[in-house]
Nanobody, 122 residues
Framework: QVQLVESGGGLVQAGGSLRLSCAAS????????MGWFRQAPGKDREFVSC????????YSADSVKGRFTISRDNDKNTVWLQMNSLKPEDTAVYYC???????????????WGRGTQVTVSS
């Protein structure tokens, strides 16, 4: 059974940094990518970034390019999201996901964590 557990969220001032972690267990051979999504109050869940587990190729939403960096350690079954230069509009619950396709849409992912809250104050 796949389990994804996010951690590292919190309250930070605008311009600050946070590092989110996603610890995975039970991943199968069909798991090819890990991703991060976020959902702000009253809004749809949106793609943030993803990484292929084999080559480490990354893709990110335009809104976070140059500020957020996704990385992984396959031996530790962990994925991180380093978030710098945070803005109030980055406030959301951040979700880790695993799946088959490094995609911007949710259907590319099979399993989801419960999320971690990130709040950026102005």
């Amino acid at each position: 059974q796949v389990q994804l557990v996010e951690s590292g969220g919190g309250l930070v001032q605008a311009g600050g940094s946070l590092r989110l972690s996603c610890a995975a267990s039970g991943l199968s051979f069909s798991t090819l990518v890990m991703g991060w999504f976020r959902q702000a109050p009253g809004k749809d869940r949106e793609f943030v970034s993803c990484i292929t587990l084999s080559a480490g190729t990354t893709y990110s939403a335009d809104s976070v390019k140059g500020r957020f960096t996704i990385s992984r350690d396959n031996d530790k079954n962990t994925v991180w999201l380093q978030m710098n230069s945070l803005k109030p509009e980055d406030t959301a619950v951040y979700y880790c996901a695993s799946g088959r396709l490094c995609a911007r849409f949710r259907s590319g992912y099979d399993y989801w964590g419960r999320g971690t809250q990130v709040t950026v104050s102005s």
